[in-house]
């Protein structure tokens, strides 16, 4: 009998998995991803070991006609994948937002111990939201439920991440390995890259802040060369509007695997809260890593806020010594030298 399912969403899913190959033995791989591009860049990472059986499911992007037939696709699908795996040990699952994935933890979170994989911010945020009395778990879509699809309830969950959580009741932590060998990056001192985020397409915060963002850093940064590294989600009229901006630079593979796979980087990385800065803590970097500072006021979904502040108050707490807030008005005072 297979033991573990595991649930992969993301490629960074997949390359922090890779890590951690003892956690990978009789196990059934289901990945879940709306393109191509995404699937081939997990197969990347995973396709290496030893699974028992490996199922794609291309899960749509937006909300449509044609989203209602693959999720009633998938309904049926569900079915026939629980009559073959009536039942799993462990289920191991990257996102927690997910509703493909939510739907599949719910089947087997009755017999099966849950673990969810290291995403970045994310886990920073879901500790977070374990606390509330739904747990954090967004409420499956009407659709869904009219399928006969499951809620899942996950009462207890166990966190497998490189940097500590603090978890509460039932809730564990498992220290993520990190025996990555790799030759680091000659840093490039005179430029800066800046990790984009879909904020302005999922309206999070104002269109307005997030350019003149940029621009207010090339003028903290006078000397320094910027480039801009877009979010695969970012909208293509944004990203020609960060042209006029910064110069754009497009990396076929996640922006962690470019950077351990590159003989030179830039020797500044700067993002409002982008996964990639935790994700440089793990990986030892020694370039400096900035997070920006958003006022509450710049954010159209205040929704969001508080899973922003929870995230950067775990920057705040962090002990990386390259690790650092900029605030593009006055520097807080854990900010670093920028010389």
């Known amino acids: 009998m297979e033991?573990?399912?595991?649930?992969?969403?993301t490629p960074s899913q997949a390359f922090f998995l890779k890590q951690s190959p003892e956690l990978i033995n009789k196990a059934v791989l289901v990945i879940a991803v709306p393109t191509n591009e995404q699937k081939k860049k997990i197969l990347y990472h995973l396709k290496g070991y030893q699974w028992t059986s490996i199922h794609v499911l291309k899960i749509p992007q937006s909300v449509g006609k044609f989203s209602y037939i693959k999720i009633l696709g998938f309904g049926i699908w569900l079915q026939?994948?629980?009559?073959?795996?009536?039942?799993?040990?462990?289920?191991?699952?990257?996102?927690?937002?997910n509703h493909y994935n939510?739907?599949?933890?719910?089947?087997?979170?009755?017999?099966?111990?849950?673990h969810l994989l290291y995403d970045g911010m994310q886990m920073v945020a879901v500790s977070q939201s374990r606390k509330e009395k739904t747990k954090g778990i967004r409420p499956l879509p009407s659709f869904f439920k009219f399928l006969g699809l499951k809620q899942a309830k996950i009462n207890k969950l166990n966190f497998i991440g490189p940097l500590p959580i603090k978890v509460e009741g039932e809730d564990t932590y498992s220290a993520l390995k990190n025996e990555m060998s790799y030759k680091h990056p000659i840093p490039q001192e005179d430029t800066v890259v800046f990790v984009g985020q879909p904020l302005i397409g999922n309206?999070?915060?104002?269109?307005?802040?997030?350019?003149k963002s940029l621009l207010r850093l090339k003028e903290k940064f006078p000397d320094k060369h910027f480039i801009?590294?877009?979010h695969h989600r970012e909208k293509v009229e944004h990203i020609q509007e960060i042209k006029k901006i910064m110069d754009i630079a497009v990396f076929s593979e996640i922006f962690e695997e470019k950077f351990i796979s590159s003989e030179k980087f830039p020797g500044t990385v700067i993002t409002f809260y982008s996964s990639a800065l935790l994700n440089l803590c793990y990986l030892q970097a020694k370039i400096k890593l900035y997070a920006i500072k958003i006022p509450y006021s710049k954010f159209i979904r205040k929704d969001v806020y508080p899973n922003y502040e929870v995230v950067l108050n775990y920057i705040e707490e962090s002990d990386y010594p390259y690790l650092s807030f900029l605030d593009l008005k006055t520097d807080r005072k854990k900010s670093i030298s920028h010389s």
Do not use: Q
Request: hydrophobic share 40%; no cysteine; glycine share 2%.
């Open 3 to 9: 033991k573990k399912l595991f649930l992969i969403s």
């Open 80 to 97: 026939y994948f629980k009559l073959k795996y009536p039942s799993f040990n462990e289920v191991f699952f990257g996102s927690y937002n």
């Open 102 to 114: 939510m739907s599949l933890v719910a089947e087997y979170e009755n017999s099966a111990k849950l």
């Open 203 to 211: 309206f999070i915060i104002n269109e307005d802040f997030y350019y």
């Open 228 to 230: 801009y590294a877009p």
